[in-house]
Nanobody, 129 residues
């Protein structure tokens, strides 16, 4: 599985950015793409995820209502639309993937790092006040 993120950058508070994660190489019955972020001195946080088979989505409380995850299966790309950005959203954002033999349900789609086996290199998002 390969993951390549793009779309990071610098923006002022209140602005928007869209991150992209191009993926390839899945072989199992179902898979999910998640977005994580990490800023210096802080643990990695799972902010959003989407499953392929049934389209379940997950958002952390910190981004719910501001971020939207979506998937374009024709382009093998997952997007994270980020709006109303805050300085505390500043972090390096990583795309991650899990694949499973069974269908991923809403219950087991979350931001837990241990579920994800593949990681991209990350893209920096900086929000200035």
């Amino acid at each position: 599985v390969q993951l390549v993120e793009s779309g990071g950058g610098s923006v002022q508070a209140g602005g928007s950015l869209r991150l992209s994660c191009a993926y390839s190489g899945f072989m199992f019955a179902d898979y999910a793409i998640g977005w994580f972020r990490q800023s210096p001195g802080n643990p990695r946080e799972g902010v959003s995820a989407i499953s392929a088979s049934e389209g379940h989505t997950y958002y952390s409380d910190s981004v719910k209502g501001r971020f939207t995850i979506s998937r374009d299966s024709a382009k093998n790309t997952v997007y994270l639309q980020m709006q109303s950005l805050k300085p505390e959203d500043t972090a390096r954002y990583y795309c991650a993937a899990q694949e499973t033999l069974s269908t991923i349900t809403a219950v087991n789609l979350d931001g837990s790092e241990w579920r994800y086996d593949y990681w991209g290199q990350g893209t920096q998002v900086t929000v200035s006040s």
